[in-house]
């Protein structure tokens, strides 16, 4: 059953503490993306990967976040310091890319509380 | 001004109705067309694609596209309360590029 892998599925931190978010994608996808999802907002990018290149993290406050994958089966997104304007669903989700459907398949999410 | 707009609902409906939910854009470059759905608690799942402007059935489910006007519908026949959900728009330049652009997705609740 393949589907993509997010931990911790939830996390309560307090403001200041680093958090590191990871993402395993489906087997064979060469396209990696991350979301965060807010009520106000919806979903927004704040990066994606293709064949583990960043291609596109102008959505992510470059201050505090950063996005790496470190291998093929690997993605994290980490924030350091968190503030608790971090709180959110933040979601990760892989592709095949070119020649596709473009279909993303997402994980379930991993909900965070900075207080 | 978002680049997709969607109304946030919630839109509450019987059993049976026919449903709904639109999205208008103002990037004229877009493609590709997608609605998802997202269960409470879950990630979006795809539920209907679509290319260019026309309209594309599935089963209980037909999306509509009006490129002139920037427009984007789903509609949903004799709705059931397994539609209950959160259903989100979403488009793309080019299939192979796969930088989605969303909606913040209409809640819909389908009471029995």
């Known amino acids: 059953d393949a589907r993509v892998t997010q931990t911790p599925r939830h996390k309560v931190t307090e403001m200041g503490q680093e958090v590191t978010m990871r993402c395993q994608p489906i087997?064979?996808?060469?396209?990696v993306f991350w979301y965060r999802q807010t009520m106000m907002q919806g979903l927004e990018l704040l990066a994606y990967?293709?064949?583990?290149?960043?291609?596109?993290d102008s959505g992510m406050p470059k201050d505090r976040f950063s996005a790496e994958m470190p291998d093929a089966t690997l993605a994290t997104l980490k924030i350091q310091p968190s503030e608790p304007r971090d709180s959110a669903v933040y979601f990760c989700?892989?592709?095949?890319?070119?020649?596709?459907?473009?279909?993303?398949?997402f994980g379930e999410g991993s909900r965070l509380t900075v207080l | 001004q978002k680049e997709v707009e969607q109304d946030p609902g919630p839109l509450s409906v019987p059993e049976g109705a026919i449903v709904s939910l639109n999205c208008t854009y103002s990037?004229?470059?877009?493609?590709?067309f997608m609605w998802y759905r997202q269960y409470s608690r879950k990630g979006p799942e795809l539920l209907m694609y679509?290319?260019?402007?026309g309209n594309k059935e599935d089963g209980r489910f037909t999306a509509q596209v009006d490129k002139s006007s920037k427009y984007i519908s789903l509609f949903i026949r004799d709705s059931q309360p397994s539609d209950s959900a959160t259903y989100l728009c979403?488009?793309?330049?080019?299939?192979?590029?796969?930088?989605?652009?969303f909606g913040t997705g209409t809640r819909l609740l389908v009471s029995p």
């Open positions: 989700a892989s592709g095949l890319g070119m020649g596709s459907t473009g279909e993303l398949f």
């Open positions: 087997l064979g996808h060469n396209t």
């Open positions: 990967f293709r064949n583990r290149a960043p291609l596109d």
């Open positions: 990037n004229s470059a877009f493609q590709y």
């Open positions: 679509t290319y260019s402007s």
């Open positions: 979403a488009m793309s330049l080019n299939t192979g590029f796969q930088k989605l652009v």
